[in-house]
């Protein structure tokens, strides 16, 4: 049976929107970097609180996609989206008006619940306007704004603005404008789909219960693997700068150019990896990215100080495994959700890998630095990424152009749940 006609202007509109969101999710959190030479003095904080400010807001936003996952299958997408749009812009910018190390670490734990809240609830309302065939693309376009305008964008604008107004208070103050108008925007353009994103999956939306989800044979398989991928690139991202200097005795210039490869690289696997998964399937996709990822940190772990070759292999490390993360949360767990659950799908494999792998990784890999050498870091994402590509054998494909002929335009397709364990 043929359902309506698929709306395609509304499936890019949406796209759009939702990913000016992630990126300015992404701005708002990496803001604070850029501007921290500018603000220790100011408020005198150190390194370690930088560390703790950053991981604050990690460990938040992990625990609240887990939790607002669920909700925002009860009660819909967009009271979500608008709603926690406009708080953590406003958020961001009272960080402008911060008097020290409390009031900030305050502000970006407030802030981690924000843009936690808002991760599943824009994954699962993207995959509701997209065609099937299109889920892994569009979503992993959606992901891609993160690194993009988090780590690409944010500290050139930063620093741009610094040069025009009177202080850092000032560009903090700003952030806010541009998620208000988004906000607005998500308001106006968003429609609601239904419960649990039923209509997108072509299943009922009959009550489920949410612990279903632990039964649910991909989205476990999915969590396992995320925690692995999020152990191999957030321990990268958190210890290579100073692996670069202090092991490969880098000058500060150089480490910038060979760093910025995990921003660069992020960006474009974050798209890459699903789009290529909507044709070739998503678990070939991931054991290649997971192997590919590997071999990559294999081979930057035993390159001396060749800049253009370092670059090129963290680029390739970080374009895979970032990669891996938007395929994982992305259309491995929307397909894998069971009819009604989507959203808490996408936030239960999001929120664990973000929680753990995103936040006892790198403390785990900081004591492995202090006690046995910088080196020995990169041996612990090695391992990671490898334990990662033994998960992903697991995974059960769910790629509707691998579980049925390639649908015509205007056709919605039924993408059976992964749930046999």
Same mark, same amino acid.
């Not at 603000?39 to 990690?58: A, E, F, P, T």
């Not at 909700?71 to 402008?96: E, P, Q």
């Not at 692996?243 to 660069?264: E, Q, W």
């Given at each position: 049976?043929?359902?309506?006609?698929?709306?395609?202007?509304?499936?890019?509109?949406?796209?759009?929107?939702?990913?000016?969101?992630?990126?300015?999710?992404?701005?708002?959190?990496?803001?604070?970097?850029?501007? /921290?030479?500018?603000?220790?003095?100011?408020?005198?904080?150190?390194?370690?609180?930088?560390?703790?400010?950053?991981?604050?807001?990690?460990?938040?936003?992990?625990?609240?996609?887990?939790?607002?996952?669920?909700?925002?299958?009860?009660?819909?997408?967009?009271?979500?989206?608008?709603?926690?749009?406009?708080?953590?812009?406003?958020?961001?910018?009272?960080?402008?008006?911060?008097?020290?190390?409390?009031?900030?670490?305050?502000?970006?734990?407030?802030?981690?619940?924000?843009?936690?809240?808002?991760?599943?609830?824009?994954?699962?309302?993207?995959?509701?306007?997209?065609?099937? !065939?299109?889920?892994?693309?569009?979503?992993?376009?959606?992901?891609?704004?993160?690194?993009?305008?988090?780590?690409?964008?944010?500290?050139?604008?930063?620093?741009?603005?610094?040069?025009?107004?009177?202080?850092?208070?000032?560009?903090?103050?700003?952030?806010?404008?541009?998620?208000?108008?988004?906000?607005?925007?998500?308001?106006?353009?968003?429609?609601?789909?239904?419960?649990?994103?039923?209509?997108?999956?072509?299943?009922?939306?009959?009550?489920?219960?949410?612990?279903?989800?632990?039964?649910?044979?991909?989205?476990?398989?999915?969590?396992?693997?995320?925690?692995?991928?999020?152990?191999?690139? /957030?321990?990268?991202?958190?210890?290579?700068?100073?692996?670069?200097?202090?092991?490969?005795?880098?000058?500060?210039?150089?480490?910038?150019?060979?760093?910025? !490869?995990?921003?660069?690289?992020?960006?474009?696997?974050?798209?890459?990896?699903?789009?290529?998964?909507?044709?070739?399937?998503?678990?070939?996709?991931?054991?290649?990215? /997971?192997?590919?990822?590997?071999?990559?940190?294999?081979?930057?772990?035993?390159?001396?100080?060749?800049?253009?070759?370092?670059?090129?292999?963290?680029?390739?490390?970080?374009?895979?495994?970032?990669?891996?993360?938007?395929?994982?949360?992305?259309?491995?767990?929307?397909?894998?959700?069971?009819?009604?659950?989507?959203?808490?799908?996408?936030?239960?494999?999001?929120?664990?890998?973000?929680?753990?792998?995103?936040?006892?990784?790198?403390?785990?890999?900081?004591?492995?630095?202090?006690?046995?050498?910088?080196?020995?870091?990169?041996?612990?994402?090695?391992?990671?990424?490898?334990?990662?590509?033994? !998960?992903?054998?697991?995974?059960?494909?769910?790629?509707?152009?691998?579980?049925?002929?390639?649908?015509?335009?205007?056709?919605?397709?039924?993408?059976?749940?992964?749930?046999?364990?």
């Amino acid at each position: 049976m043929t359902a309506p006609h698929h709306d395609i202007g509304y499936e890019r509109k949406t796209l759009v929107l939702l990913g000016l969101g992630f990126g300015l999710v992404g701005f708002d959190r990496w803001l604070m970097a850029p501007m /921290f030479p500018y603000m220790m003095k100011d408020l005198r904080l150190d390194y370690s609180q930088l560390g703790s400010l950053i991981g604050v807001l990690g460990v938040a936003w992990g625990l609240w996609s887990i939790v607002m996952g669920p909700v925002s299958d009860r009660i819909g997408r967009k009271k979500i989206l608008v709603a926690t749009m406009i708080v953590f812009s406003i958020l961001s910018s009272l960080s402008g008006f911060a008097t020290g190390f409390a009031s900030l670490l305050l502000l970006r734990a407030a802030m981690g619940v924000a843009e936690g809240a808002f991760t599943p609830a824009s994954l699962a309302a993207n995959s509701e306007a997209s065609r099937p !065939a299109r889920r892994g693309l569009n979503q992993g376009l959606q992901l891609s704004m993160i690194p993009l305008v988090g780590l690409g964008f944010a500290p050139i604008a930063a620093t741009q603005l610094l040069r025009i107004v009177p202080s850092w208070h000032w560009v903090f103050m700003i952030s806010a404008v541009p998620g208000l108008i988004v906000s607005a925007l998500i308001a106006r353009s968003l429609r609601e789909h239904g419960r649990g994103g039923a209509s997108t999956l072509g299943a009922s939306a009959a009550k489920v219960r949410w612990t279903q989800l632990l039964r649910t044979r991909n989205v476990l398989v999915a969590t396992a693997a995320i925690l692995c991928a999020m152990g191999g690139i /957030f321990v990268m991202g958190a210890m290579v700068p100073t692996y670069l200097v202090a092991d490969l005795h880098l000058d500060t210039r150089s480490m910038g150019f060979v760093a910025s !490869a995990i921003g660069f690289g992020g960006f474009a696997g974050s798209f890459v990896l699903p789009g290529v998964s909507d044709y070739l399937g998503r678990r070939p996709t991931a054991l290649f990215g /997971f192997a590919a990822a590997t071999l990559l940190l294999y081979c930057f772990a035993r390159t001396g100080p060749n800049l253009p070759l370092l670059f090129a292999l963290l680029f390739g490390v970080s374009m895979f495994s970032i990669g891996l993360l938007s395929l994982l949360s992305g259309p491995v767990a929307t397909e894998a959700a069971p009819p009604g659950l989507v959203a808490s799908a996408i936030g239960f494999v999001s929120g664990v890998g973000e929680t753990f792998g995103g936040g006892v990784a790198p403390v785990i890999a900081g004591f492995i630095a202090q006690h046995y050498g910088l080196a020995r870091t990169l041996d612990f994402a090695f391992y990671s990424l490898v334990a990662g590509a033994a !998960a992903v054998v697991l995974l059960v494909e769910t790629a509707p152009r691998r579980r049925t002929a390639c649908p015509r335009e205007g056709d919605v397709v039924a993408v059976p749940s992964a749930n046999d364990l």
